[in-house]
């Protein structure tokens, strides 16, 4: 299926199959050292903690401190048309915090499909950049999402020619290769299935056109890449994964355990632990029973709503509206 560009004011969709510092401590200093301020002195302490909060959050995302690097600047500045519709079901869904717990559950699902998990281990630098491989991530989301079709293009290139360098041979003695189409199929299947969930489960904002309506945007994003026979609907989602799962050695690879303990507790900035565990085991009670007890994670109902609380401060400590929607805004016109 060929992408057809969104064009005009708001980018309408064309009646066509348009596709979408560290806390340093013990300091040794004594409360009572400290000189009280002078009269009509300003005490230097943040009225609100939600600016550092944001900055945190964004540098860690972006790498950049108000979360614009400069492939972010790309959004504003490219053409008039889009991949997905503006405000649609895609814009909803990857503009959610909730997509933190979705991206977090989506490395898990890979973690059970043999080709994928061995190809993630042989390949990927994972536990020695873990904060670039999240960072990269985040940046194909962000400009599939918001960019422009050729920015798009562009990125899908890149990891296509990337994907051509990651090959093997998987448990079963099975060559595979990352530009398998079933492979990428796969793929993108348990991304979409766990933005998705992981949206719903927390109370994201209601999905335009409900959630057929996003899986069959979304494939858009995997079609670029060359992935064939993507699901339209989220029945036809839940069916090609039920299939996946019936393959020999699903969930059984020997690299699934040490993927899925990494995951567990990767390896992030000790600030960064904490919060990184809330979303983890919303992550985990969101998956299917079966997939967690093969990864051997544990589901507790009582960690989505703890998740749902941290990602509403969150959102206090943020705009509303991300960097990229603002920049893609900007872009359109709207």
Not at 193 to 218: K, N
Not at 279 to 300: I, W
Request: hydrophobic share 40%.
């Amino acid at each position: 299926m060929t992408a057809t560009r969104a064009t005009g004011p708001g980018c309408e969709r064309p009646q066509s199959n348009c596709i979408p510092g560290s806390v340093r401590q013990g300091g040794g200093v004594n409360v009572s050292d400290l000189e009280p301020p002078s009269e009509g002195s300003a005490l230097l302490v943040p009225s609100s903690p939600a600016p550092l909060v944001a900055r945190a959050f964004r540098t860690l995302l972006s790498g950049h401190p108000d979360g614009t690097p400069p492939w972010v600047a790309r959004i504003t500045t490219g053409d008039p048309d889009c991949l997905v519709a503006p405000d649609g079901p895609s814009w909803v869904v990857h503009g959610s915090l909730t997509t933190l717990v979705g991206g977090v559950r989506a490395l898990m699902m890979q973690a059970l499909q043999p080709a994928a998990v061995t190809g993630v281990a042989e390949h990927s630098a994972y536990r020695t950049d873990t904060i670039g491989r999240l960072r990269r991530t985040t940046q194909w989301l962000v400009i599939t999402t918001f960019a422009d079709v050729a920015t798009a293009e562009s990125m899908a290139a890149a990891v296509r020619s990337m994907h051509e360098r990651v090959t093997g041979t998987d448990p079963s003695g099975r060559p595979y290769s990352a530009t398998d189409p079933d492979l990428l199929r796969w793929v993108h299947d348990a991304f979409t299935d766990s933005f998705l969930t992981a949206h719903l489960a927390l109370g994201g904002r209601e999905i335009p056109g409900g959630p057929d309506a996003y899986v069959s945007e979304w494939a858009a994003s995997a079609e670029l890449l060359g992935a064939v026979d993507l699901p339209q609907t989220q029945d036809e989602l839940h069916h090609q994964l039920d299939g996946y799962r019936r393959q020999p050695g699903f969930g059984r690879a020997p690299a699934t355990e040490d993927v899925a303990a990494f995951l567990r507790a990767p390896n992030l900035p000790l600030a960064y632990r904490g919060p990184y565990r809330v979303l983890a085991l919303a992550a985990a009670a969101t998956l299917d029973p079966g997939d967690a007890a093969l990864l051997g994670l544990p589901q507790r109902p009582g960690s989505i709503k703890a998740a749902r609380g941290m990602l509403h401060l969150l959102t206090w400590a943020l705009s509303s509206t991300s960097p990229a929607e603002r920049a893609a805004r900007v872009r359109l016109g709207i």
